[in-house]
T-cell receptor, first 115, second 116 residues
Framework: AQTVTQSQPEMSVQEAETVTLSCTYDTSESDYYLFWYKQPPSRQMILVIRQEAYKQQNATENRFSVNFQKAAKSFSLKISDSQLGDAAMYFCAYRSTNTGNQFYFGTGTSLTVIP | EAGVAQSPRYKIIEKRQSVAFWCNPISGHATLYWYQQILGQGPKLLIQFQNNGVVDDSQLPKDRFSAERLKGVDSTLKIQPAKLEDSAVYLC??????????????FGPGTRLLVL
């Protein structure tokens, strides 16, 4: 089974600053999808950004961008101009393209935004 | 647009008892997922439905867990009998049709289960 590793259990950032959350994964597949999900204290998880493995261009969504390094199996999330509302648990996730499209989540990084 | 609904929000039971969770996905969404999220861990996919058929249940402990989506709309997840290690948040999610691997999943608020 694929594994997703988030090595930073907790991170903090000053409001308006930039922070990078790291994620690595282990797979033998060449085609797959990667995601970052945000889970605020209310616990309803929402999608932040997604990346297709066969696309070399890094995905961006407003203040959120990724650094996808396929050879290194690394998928970090950069949050620019951090806002108080960005405080949440962030999960990195991998989706297989094999039968069943199984999803694998990392253990999460808790982000605190300091005013 | 109404989101994914789940009930109950909280449940406390004793070990060896049975419990059931209900999920109503976003209207028109063909794909439904059940996840188990143990405290301090990421969600683990238990089962995925496409309409009323099971796509993947490889991580569902079938000796005690069961799930159904009889009419291809809402779904129930049952645990019988419950063990202490089943204490977790059970998340339901839905997506439009499951055809694209990068399809957005929309999550419900979850059901927090405590087994004593």
């Amino acid at each position: 089974a694929q594994t997703v590793t988030q090595s930073q259990p907790e991170m903090s950032v000053q409001e308006a600053e930039t922070v990078t959350l790291s994620c690595t994964y282990d797979t033998s597949e060449s085609d797959y999808y990667l995601f970052w999900y945000k889970q605020p204290p209310s616990r309803q998880m929402i999608l932040v950004i997604r990346q297709e493995a066969y696309k070399q261009q890094n995905a961006t969504e407003n203040r959120f961008s990724v650094n996808f390094q396929k050879a290194a199996k690394s998928f970090s999330l950069k949050i620019s101009d951090s806002q108080l509302g960005d405080a949440a648990m962030y999960f990195c996730a991998y989706r297989s393209t094999n039968t069943g499209n199984q999803f694998y989540f990392g253990t999460g990084t808790s982000l605190t935004v300091i005013p | 647009e109404a989101g994914v609904a789940q009930s109950p929000r909280y449940k406390i039971i004793e070990k060896r008892q049975s419990v059931a969770f209900w999920c109503n996905p976003i209207s028109g969404h063909a794909t439904l997922y059940w996840y188990q999220q143990i405290l301090g861990q990421g969600p683990k996919l238990l089962i995925q439905f496409q309409n009323n058929g099971v796509v993947d249940d490889s991580q569902l402990p079938k000796d005690r867990f069961s799930a159904e989506r009889l009419k291809g709309v809402d779904s129930t997840l049952k645990i019988q009998p419950a063990k202490l290690e089943d204490s977790a948040v059970y998340l339901c999610a839905s997506s439009l049709n499951g055809q694209r691997g990068d399809e957005t999943q929309y999550f419900g608020p979850g059901t927090r289960l405590l087994v004593l």
